[in-house]
């Protein structure tokens, strides 16, 4: 089975920095496709940004695009660049994986991580 290890998260100061990564391990995925999701307090889990393995296509939601980096080594971990960080980043972020293209839509993804939280302070 797959599965995918998240860490990185933490605290920070509004306009700081954080990496977070996602390990994979297990039996090689299906569809070349990995994602970031997020879930605030109170809030819908939401697409945050996505990656074609393969392909080298990446795709953002309009909230992070412009300070968020989604990208990976030639191994088994993907990465979420997060610069410019803001109160409303705040938030459990979790790693996803599965589908044969890029979709936001977090039904389309078979494996999750556990999730890491972000938190960003004014």
């Known amino acids: 089975q797959v599965q995918l290890v998240e860490s990185?998260?933490?605290?920070?100061q509004a306009g700081g920095s954080l990496r977070l990564s996602c390990r994979a391990s297990g039996r090689t995925f299906g569809s070349y496709v990995m994602g970031?999701?997020?879930?605030?307090?109170?809030?819908?889990?939401?697409?945050?940004?996505g990656l074609n393995w393969s392909g080298g296509y990446t795709r953002y939601a309009d909230s992070v695009k412009g300070r968020f980096t989604i990208s990976r080594d030639n191994a088994n971990t993907v990465y979420l660049q997060m610069n410019s960080l803001k109160p409303e980043d705040t938030a459990v972020y979790y790693c996803a994986g599965g589908p044969r293209y890029l979709t936001t839509r977090q039904t389309?993804?078979?494996?999750?991580?556990?999730?890491t939280q972000v938190t960003v302070s004014s």
């Open 8 to 12: 990185g998260g933490g605290l920070v």
């Open 36 to 49: 970031w999701f997020r879930q605030a307090p109170g809030k819908e889990r939401e697409f945050a940004a």
């Open 108 to 115: 389309e993804y078979d494996y999750w991580g556990q999730g």
